[in-house]
């Protein structure tokens, strides 16, 4: 099975079909047009034992098959497909020889051969600006049952384009990071209502309803479960922007989006950093017109400027996290009606060393956090994988070898006696 483009400017290609083809004029796609009339990411190409479909992922100008919109359809032989300015023609069989460098699928399993995937969504957990995020279970044959995270997308937001483009990208590109300190996605589907991915669930508690159980109990977070979280989180940033993709280049993917809320402590002691969802790619960051997005009261300086961002941006935040788990300070506030003022205090605003509010911390630990949130970026750790090294090297030099059973037993210790007190509290 194949495609040939017939007409537009890249007639004249043929192309043998695989399992999944993403085509659009984005870079991240399998197979990239040179149209301006195509979305980003226009549609996609499926092939199942009964033979291929094609969906269109809300196109701005659609996708139509023999002259007829469609949104979904089971294509047949000779079929002609125009997206955008592009007109394609679908081929089950052909006598043509291919072009140079494609080839043929493998023989074999191919295909959607293995079925759907199901999910019952259990308890919705939370709300956000893009969604809603439920706890589910995904099923399988024979009673199998796996238990996830599942983040729906608004509707509206569903409906544009732009927004859809940019979300099917970086999802497929987030499902390739595999460390033990990120969320794992698993899967990106579509349903009546929009987008969904599912992912890892963790069963624990957010960073910010940590600070928050501490701030209750009128304890400070330890100095060295601060430089422990921190080193966790850093070591996530370091393999995001460095890890490789498919064509052996580093993704340099920037989180955009780091704040208590994003980070997790599951029961086990593990430290996972969440959503992905408005993460960008450095080098792609340069070429687009930014926009803002992420939590205002943890974005740096070149973000809250709407300035290109590499993974210095994502230190710069992550700065702010360690320096409220050392001092339980947040030093941007934002308020309702007043987003401009407060992107204006983290453009010029002069931040005061951690002992301003906290005396007695060791002078490589006030030093580490002041260097991440220093305002020009290329005064800052090279990586976020220096900022890992330096938190362990004090930690080593403090003779404290923590471990995620550690984290786990003080976690749980601060839950039972956040517990214990509101229950006084309400007796």
């Known amino acids: 099975m194949e495609l040939e483009v017939l007409e537009g400017p890249d007639a ?24 301006p ?30 002259g007829m ?19 394609l023609q679908f081929h089950t069989h052909t006598d043509k020889p291919l072009s140079p460098g494609t080839q043929h699928a493998p023989q074999g399993l191919q295909g959607e051969v293995f079925g759907q995937i199901g999910y019952t969504l259990n308890r919705k957990i939370a709300d956000g600006g893009m969604g809603s995020i439920y706890e589910a279970v995904q099923f399988g044959a024979e009673g199998f049952e796996k238990r996830v995270a599942v983040k729906t997308i608004l509707p509206g937001l569903s409906e544009k384009d732009d927004f859809v483009s940019s979300f099917v990208a970086e999802a497929r590109l987030a499902a390739d990071l595999v460390h033990p300190n990120i969320v794992q996605i698993y899967h990106l589907g579509r349903y009546a209502g929009g987008y969904y991915i599912a992912m890892e669930y963790v069963d ?23 430089v422990y979280l921190t080193s966790s989180v850093a070591r996530a940033l370091d393999y995001a922007y460095c890890h490789v993709d498919r064509h052996g280049d580093p993704m340099e993917m920037v989180h955009r989006d780091i704040s208590p809320n994003n980070i997790m402590i599951d029961r086990d002691g593990g430290v996972k950093l969440a959503d992905f969802g408005v993460a960008r790619i450095a080098r792609e960051s340069a070429k687009q017109d930014q926009e803002l997005v992420g939590c205002v009261e943890f974005m740096s300086p070149e973000q809250a400027a709407c300035m290109p961002l590499d993974g210095r941006s994502d230190q710069f935040a992550l700065g702010l996290v360690f320096y409220e788990l050392l001092t339980g300070i947040r030093i941007f506030r934002s308020t309702p009606g007043q987003l401009e003022k407060t992107l204006e205090e983290i453009k010029t605003a002069v931040i005061p060393p951690p002992q301003h509010y906290f005396d007695g911390l060791a002078e490589d ?26 938190c362990d090297a004090h930690l080593r030099l403090c003779g404290c070898l923590l471990t995620a059973a550690d984290l786990a037993a003080y976690t749980e210790d601060i839950v039972w006696q956040y517990a214990n007190e509101r229950e006084d509290h309400y007796v």
């Open 69 to 87: 919109t469609v949104l979904e359809c089971r294509l047949k032989d000779g079929d002609r497909i125009l997206v955008g300015d592009t007109l």
């Open 12 to 35: 004249g290609i043929r192309i043998a079909l695989p399992p999944m083809l993403l085509v659009g004029r984005s870079g991240n796609n399998d197979l990239v047009l040179q149209d």
């Open 365 to 390: 630990v006030c030093a580490m956090v002041m260097k991440m949130l220093r305002k020009k970026p290329q005064d800052r750790y090279r990586d976020a994988g220096m900022v890992a090294d330096a």
């Open 204 to 226: 624990g508690i957010t960073l910010g309803h940590f600070l928050r159980m501490h701030k209750r109990l009128n304890i400070a977070v330890p100095v060295v479960w601060a």
């Open 37 to 66: 009339a195509l979305s980003k990411v226009h549609c996609r190409f499926r092939m199942s034992g009964n033979g291929v479909t094609l969906t269109d992922l809300g196109s701005t100008n659609g996708t139509l098959v023999n």
